[in-house]
């Protein structure tokens, strides 16, 4: 009950999300303060920190519904190419997450990566409600969204439709989130979100967007009828840019490029047009972030915003998780992935060091490794890993300490803890690469704590845990990201304004 017609294959990136964070400079008037902290509602997952290094997932959810349910006016779907209220109710369109960013801003908030996952590729479900534990990514979302809100409905037969509606989609935002991380194997600190309506919603008080096409396109399904080269689109052509993917030479991975493209643009555009001294157009923009855009409610967007406004669309790279290839899977077109290697690409990259400044002696990629002045460039301190033992196996922690301390990582505390039945990897300032690598041994996923101390991972064994596997070679390494194939290189634009297909 998954798949949907012609009509609903949409993707509505939420570049306008990420956008409107950023350009919120501090101390603009109280109004604009109070209505930053108004901004959130979900408690899908459990927050991180909001400033430092973070993972941010954006999702553009491809319901014909608002947030409460109900089915958008005609009048609005006809604009969109959306179908019609009466196809909706039949079950034309659903809640699939047909864009999903995830992004790493590294500390000092002036530089982020980005990576699109393909809506296609075939994956294991993570924390999903319901019997289905394997799907396509973007279907996370509405399978869990669906049957918890048949349960709701057989538990609490006289509970409302916005209540209902609610619930069914924190469901869903909780089982996105942990389906991602399950693929990545990265920590998700804070999630956007933003539906059909309001991300036409939003690209109308952004008076549309520039975009360059590298060809001329022409297509019934989405409505973009587009010549090729820089134009400027109203919010419904915004809208069919990043829908499209009928008549691409790589259907869906170039669409994911279109909607790369529309955040470098948007960040460009706010940049460059005086939205930041405008108290109205803030006003505005924020006014419909409070009605069309969810967040998780632990998320500081003023500490966010104070830490992110130097960050420009040249230092904001996007590329594309790369597929194996394609294959039919229980009737469906699906991309096939290597879940390995997606998690060492992703951690390479989110773990990378910024590049040489230009001008330095040896910003060039010296062959001696030298630092600035020709001095030697300090090398980093190995994290100290200390490892707690939660169940009932003796000398488990110390044995694992002992295997970590032979891959290279100094050996910390050794004891016991509480009983567990999940096996946890915490980690404090300056040690995010290291607990990576070392999550991923164990099938987790690293989270950060404030009670860790620097430079430090913190083990919490579960009982099943046993002693990994692990070679020097476990330790960071890059992982180059695949330039070829179907999913192209980076997306980026010195203007702001890549062009795309």
């Known amino acids: 009950m998954w798949s949907f017609s012609v009509l609903g294959k949409a993707a509505y990136p939420v570049a306008c999300v990420l956008a409107a964070l950023i350009l919120t400079a501090s101390g603009v008037s109280y109004v604009v303060v109070r209505d930053v902290a108004s901004i959130g509602g979900s408690h899908a997952i459990r927050s991180g920190p909001s400033t430092g290094p973070q993972n941010i997932l954006l999702m553009g959810l491809e319901s014909r519904r608002d947030w409460n349910g109900n089915i958008l006016p005609n009048s609005i779907l006809k604009e969109l190419h959306a179908g ?9 369109g659903g809640n699939a997450t047909n864009t999903l960013i995830l992004i790493h801003i ?29 799907g396509k990514i973007d279907q996370a979302y509405g399978v869990s969204m669906y049957y ?31 389906t991602v991380e399950k693929l990545t194997g990265v920590h998700i600190d804070h999630f956007a979100e933003v539906n059909l309506d309001g991300f036409y ?44 993917r009928d008549g691409l030479p790589n259907g869906d991975l170039d669409r994911t490029h279109r909607q790369q493209a529309f955040i470098d643009s948007v960040i460009h555009q706010l940049r460059t047009e005086g939205t930041f001294a405008s108290l109205s157009k803030l006003e505005a923009l924020l006014t419909a972030a409070k009605q069309y855009v ?8 003023l500490d966010f915003a104070a830490q992110a406004r130097g960050l420009t669309s040249g230092n904001f790279v996007f590329h594309t998780l790369p597929i194996k290839g394609y294959q039919v899977i229980d009737g469906q077109d ?29 910003g060039h990629g010296h062959k001696h490794g030298h630092g600035h002045a020709g001095k030697p460039a300090k090398k980093a301190k190995p994290v100290t890993v200390d490892v707690f033992n939660g169940g009932y196996t003796t000398g488990l922690a110390g044995r694992v300490a002992v295997a970590l301390h032979k891959a290279g990582y100094l050996a910390g505390q050794v004891g016991d803890t ?46 099943t845990a046993t002693v990994p596997k692990v070679t020097a070679t476990a330790k960071p390494r890059r992982v180059a990201i695949p330039t070829k194939g179907a999913q ?14």
């Not at 349960?151 to 439709?161: I, V």
């Not at 997306?491 to 890549?498: L, R, Y």
């Open 294 to 301: 969810i967040t998780d409610a632990g998320w500081n967007l």
């Open 148 to 178: 918890e809100e048949g349960n709701l409905r057989a538990k609490y037969p006289n509970m409302s439709q916005d209540r209902l509606a609610f619930l069914g989609n924190e469901a869903g935002r909780a089982a996105a989130v942990a």
């Open 334 to 362: 699906a991309n096939v992935v290597d879940p390995a290697y997606i998690k060492a690409i992703v951690h390479s990259a989110f773990s990378a060091s910024p590049p040489a400044k230009q001008g330095s002696r040896h």
């Open 106 to 134: 590294f500390a000092g908030g002036k530089r982020a990566v980005g990576f699109s996952i393909p809506r296609d590729d075939w994956v294991t479900f993570a924390d999903t409600v319901g019997p289905q534990q394997v």
């Open 488 to 501: 192209g290189g980076a997306v980026s634009a010195a203007n702001g304004v890549p062009c795309v297909n």
């Open 418 to 463: 509480a009983y567990r039945t999940s096996t946890a990897v915490l980690y404090g300032k300056g040690s995010a690469a290291d607990a990576r690598q070392i999550a991923a041994l164990f099938g987790t996923t690293a989270v950060a704590s404030g009670l860790v101390p620097a430079g430090h991972v913190r083990i919490l064994l579960a009982a």
């Open 84 to 92: 019609s209220r009466r196809g909706v109710a039949n079950g034309v």
């Open 201 to 244: 919603e939003l690209a109308k008080i952004f008076g549309g967007v520039e975009v360059c096409l590298k060809h001329a396109v022409h297509d019934r399904n989405s409505g973009a009828n587009f010549r090729a080269g820089y134009q400027h689109l109203d919010a419904a052509q915004a809208l069919a840019f990043v829908r499209q």
